[in-house]
């Protein structure tokens, strides 16, 4: 039990003031002798005996309502879990109270000694008991917060902004609801009481009421899921710093599931369980059969995109329960390049127009997900933003629309080495297809005369009597992050020959020997081993299903290194059928990458009479093979590093390098907002971004630079 105003109870000390009036009052009796009237003197003392007892009833009576208008005025309270308790006492309390007024009613009556003793003896043992379950309720472990609804509160208002927040029934969203809820709560908190309003795991109390409903108006639908858990375990911590004894933590939520995904990171039940106690208060503003259609994350077949190829893009579409099943349609739009846009006019941000790409059905009668797939063919060069959307109008719209960019850019520089001017030509001619900016060719012996650092990928095609000094070239410009791409054929010689070449400096392993059989055996042909490595990024993630045992492979060197994941640094990328021998192998050196064919591509040029080592690029279908030298060059040149789709909360960053690059952008935000960007340190970073959407940069110089990327 606890007391409002406790200092009140002082007043109970005006219950003696009867008392002392009471004595006051009395006077000293005169003694008269009179023997006449010695029979009455005797009836008036039976009747003074039973008026005294009278008068002391009376002056109880009146103490008592004293010291109860004294109790009452302190405003006790008593806990709901308490309550019986207290009621218990009461009724205990009502029983001795009245079993004493009997035995001072015996006492006035003169009745029998023993039904005296009776009832002085239960009234004792009532009062006793009393006393002893009212003792052992006061010391019964910490006192219960008081719950009377005008004492003042600690009360901190968490409102729940994720995205679901957004949808919208009898026209009104489920945040703006959440706001009218808490608005209605502040005003009905007692006067006096601190409010604090939390959306982040940050802030204080407001100063006042008008103040904390002014941070309430402030509040705005955030694109990230609400962390529910860790702003309950902040609202906590936060009334119990305060020295109110009502602490009260609010929660206006619609209950949906990603609000509370991190709940077993926070241990809620024994938050709770700590003192001083907290109440806490779930105040759903859901719904009970939510209805709503949905797109899910994009997922790409490859990671890194050349000119010319292709790229499968693939997500699920969903429906809650609650929705009717019907067919709906997916459609993937592709925004027109505009080097004008974006701008701001008469206020408003203009983008280019999207138009529709593909369009697929997913059929969600009796299911609630099924998968939908678009192929982007022949990718031209440049940056390209893509939007996939669910054409269904429903409640929720923020998860009906998905954002991709696309970066393609150019292969830049490739230097074709090798002793065969045919086979070089041929090789380069293929390339060229790819998009690459420049090829050239040249002899082996030309390495240590160009300049080296100028170049994307070098290509070593077959190579012969290279030396020492050319390996350390070579090596050092992988180091710094070039592409050498090394395939191998017969001018290596023997296993004997290979290993005293200069070459097994660069070979991620030992040239061993090379494995012959004759033309008539087709049953060695290339297997993919990664099929979603970005080398097979022209084959839109189907590359198991390239017609590889139609193009057979009669000769190749076997190369021996250790194959142990995690302890290699080199991988195996396709292997040959039967063996298993590594076919293509990737190793990693410093910022660059060596990539090693074990046969000889292109035999333009052959020596007559010698047994051709495949037919990858004489077969009439050779295709495969065009989108695997595509593809391992564009892998090498690493057409670009940055990254260009974001989730909400993350950190952007591009790379700017000055040489490439203005130092100066406008920043045209999904919102319509423009900024202007300096840029002197190489990159540019945006520490957070919250909006989804496509986000803008557009170079302020003589020329249109445009650049950006999507956020989900």
């Not at 029983?95 to 023993?114: D, E, G, Q």
């Not at 006793?128 to 003792?135: D, K, P």
């Not at 039967?578 to 060596?594: C, F, H, M, N």
Request: net charge neutral.
């Amino acid at each position: 039990m606890t007391f409002l105003h406790i200092s009140l109870l002082a007043g109970g000390v005006l219950a003696v003031i009867p008392v002392v009036l009471h004595l006051l009052s009395q006077r000293p009796p005169k003694p008269i002798t009179f023997p006449a009237l010695r029979f009455v003197k005797q009836t008036v003392q039976t009747h003074q005996r039973s008026w005294q007892i009278r008068q002391w009833l009376l002056l109880a009576i009146r103490a008592l309502v004293l010291f109860l208008m004294a109790f009452a005025l302190a405003r006790p309270t008593v806990h709901s879990d308490m309550l019986a308790t207290w009621l218990g006492i009461g009724g205990v309390g009502l029983l001795a109270t009245l079993a004493t007024l009997v035995t001072l009613v015996a006492i006035a009556a003169r009745k029998s000694w023993h039904i005296v003793a009776i009832t002085s003896v239960v009234a004792g043992l009532l009062w006793l008991g009393v006393m002893g379950w009212g003792v052992a309720a006061l010391t019964r472990g910490a006192t219960p917060p008081a719950m009377k609804q005008d004492a003042p509160v600690a009360a901190v208002i968490i409102v729940d902004t994720g995205p679901v927040m957004e949808y919208r029934y009898s026209n009104q969203t489920r945040l703006e609801l959440a706001k009218e809820k808490a608005r209605e709560l502040i005003q009905r908190l007692p006067a006096e009481s601190k409010i604090a309003i939390v959306t982040q795991p940050s802030g204080q109390f407001a100063l006042d009421r008008t103040t904390a409903l002014r941070q309430l108006d402030r509040v705005e639908l955030q694109f990230q899921a609400s962390n529910l858990p860790q702003l309950i375990q902040w609202g906590v911590q936060l009334v119990r710093s305060d020295s109110l004894e009502r602490r009260e933590v609010y929660v206006i939520t619609d209950l949906s599931v990603s609000a509370w995904s991190n709940a077993e990171q926070v241990p809620l039940k024994d938050l709770l369980a700590t003192e001083p106690q907290v109440m806490l208060q779930i105040i759903d503003v859901g719904l009970e059969s939510p209805q709503n259609w949905s797109v899910g994350d994009m997922v790409l077949s490859q990671a890194e995109l050349a000119p010319g190829g292709s790229v499968v893009v693939e997500t699920t579409v969903s429906r809650t329960e609650s929705t009717p099943g019907e067919r709906v349609t997916a459609e993937l739009l592709l925004e027109k390049n505009d080097p004008n846009l974006p701008v701001i006019r008469d206020g408003k941000l203009v983008i280019p127009e999207a138009t529709v790409l593909q369009r697929q059905f997913a059929d969600l009668s009796e299911v609630t997900s099924g998968v939908v797939k678009f192929e982007i063919r022949d990718l031209p060069q440049g940056l390209h933003h893509y939007r996939l959307r669910v054409e269904r109008g429903d409640p929720l719209t923020s998860d009906d629309i998905r954002f991709l960019t696309l970066d393609v850019g150019e292969i830049g520089k490739v230097l074709v080495l090798g002793p065969s001017v045919e086979a070089r030509s041929q090789l380069a001619t293929i390339l060229s297809v790819g998009g690459s900016e420049a090829i050239e060719e040249a002899d082996l012996t030309s390495v240590k005369d160009r300049k080296l650092e100028s170049y994307e990928v070098i290509v070593l095609q077959d190579p012969k009597e290279i030396t020492e000094g050319d390996i350390k070239l070579l090596e050092k410009f992988v180091q710094d992050g070039g592409g050498l791409f090394i395939v191998l054929g017969p001018n290596l010689g023997s296993g004997n020959d290979a290993s005293t070449s200069p070459l097994v400096k660069i070979l991620p392993g030992k040239a061993a020997r090379v494995s012959r059989r004759s033309q008539a055996d087709r049953s060695v042909y290339l297997v993919p081993e990664r099929a979603a490595h970005p080398l097979f990024q022209y084959f839109g993630g189907r590359v198991v299903e390239a017609p590889f045992a139609t193009l057979p492979v009669f000769r190749h060197w076997e190369l021996e290194f250790d194959q142990t994941p995690g302890v290699s640094k080199a991988q195996v990328l396709m292997r040959y059928s039967l063996s298993g021998t590594p076919a293509i192998v990737e190793e990693s050196r410093g910022k660059g990458r060596i990539l090693t064919w074990t046969t000889m591509v292109p035999e333009a040029g052959f020596i007559e009479g010698r047994a051709p080592w495949n037919e990858l690029t004489s077969s009439a279908d050779w295709w495969p093979t065009f989108g695997l030298l595509l593809g391992s060059v564009r892998y090498l040149a690493g057409a670009t590093e940055d990254r260009v789709n974001y989730t909400v909360g993350q950190s952007a960053v591009l790379t700017n390098p000055i040489e490439k690059y203005p130092d100066q952008y406008m920043l045209f935000t999904p919102r319509g907002d423009a900024s202007r960007l300096d840029v002197r340190t190489g990159s540019i970073l945006i520490p957070t971004v919250q909006t989804p959407g496509v986000y803008r940069l557009r170079g302020v110089s003589q020329s249109p630079t445009l650049r950006g990327f999507s956020v989900n």
